[in-house]
């Protein structure tokens, strides 16, 4: 499955903001979505991930509370709302996709991968 993100921009502290990606080629068939980021000089790491149905979500202890991860079957599309946004929440945020009915939080366990988009949050 091929993956397109977007929605990244320049916000301040405490604003919101919601990431889409789209999903094309195989979506006929089950296959979870996740988020990750990558801040300057770090590695890439977890964020949020949602099951084919929805009904199962996973987050990261450092966005719990504050970003909700939900997608749209029908249109192939999962979203990221992020809320009280913070400084520390400043990476490149990348979209990703596996099949199946596993929702995994590390990255090597997705197979496609969007090109990411840039969120800065200033203070």
Do not use: H
């Amino acid at each position: 499955v091929q993956l397109q993100a977007s929605g990244g921009g320049l916000v301040q502290n405490g604003d919101s903001l919601r990431l889409s990606c789209v999903a094309s080629g195989r979506t006929n068939s089950v296959y979870t979505m996740g988020w990750f980021r990558q801040a300057p000089g770090k590695e890439r790491e977890f964020v949020a991930a949602i099951g084919w149905s929805g009904s199962r979500t996973s987050y990261a202890d450092s966005v719990k509370g504050r970003f909700t991860i939900s997608r749209d079957n029908a249109k192939n599309t999962v979203y990221l709302q992020m809320a009280s946004l913070k400084p520390e929440d400043t990476a490149v945020y990348y979209c990703a996709a596996r099949y199946g009915y596993q929702v995994p939080t590390r990255l090597g366990d997705y197979d496609s991968w969007g090109q990411g988009t840039l969120v800065t949050v200033s203070s």
